[in-house]
């Protein structure tokens, strides 16, 4: 899919997105009555439930911008760490597969079953 494709298809989901928010917010005009941390207020059922909307995807952005950030760090980490010459255990070798752990064989009849 070229970038235009996925510019016009971006486009027309925006469209269908505006269209089912209009409909809702005509088809939930009632008022309800809102009490929270010791305010009052009347606000009309549609704007009640995107207020909730928008602070749950605020709430989400920020948990996972701190997860990103956390994971990007590990991985700078490891990255530094690899450019140093250590090996971390069961990371990848230079062949593409984990690292086994070396034991001690028990004696002549001992078989691996690896």
Do not use: C, E, Y
Request: cysteine-free; hydrophobic content about 45%.
């Amino acid at each position: 899919m070229s970038r235009t494709s996925a510019a016009w298809a971006g486009l027309w989901a925006a469209a269908v997105v505006l269209i089912v928010f209009i409909v809702f917010l005509l088809s939930n005009t009632g008022s309800v009555q809102i009490s929270f941390a010791g305010l009052h207020g009347d606000l009309p059922l549609a704007v009640a439930l995107l207020i909730a909307l928008v602070t749950g995807i605020v709430v989400t952005l920020i948990l996972g911008t701190a997860r990103i950030t956390q994971v990007r760090r590990l991985a700078r980490r490891r990255r530094a760490g690899d450019q140093a010459g250590q090996q971390p255990a069961n990371r990848p070798h230079h062949n593409g597969q984990p690292q086994q752990p070396t034991t001690k064989k028990a004696g002549p009849d001992h078989v691996d079953h690896r």
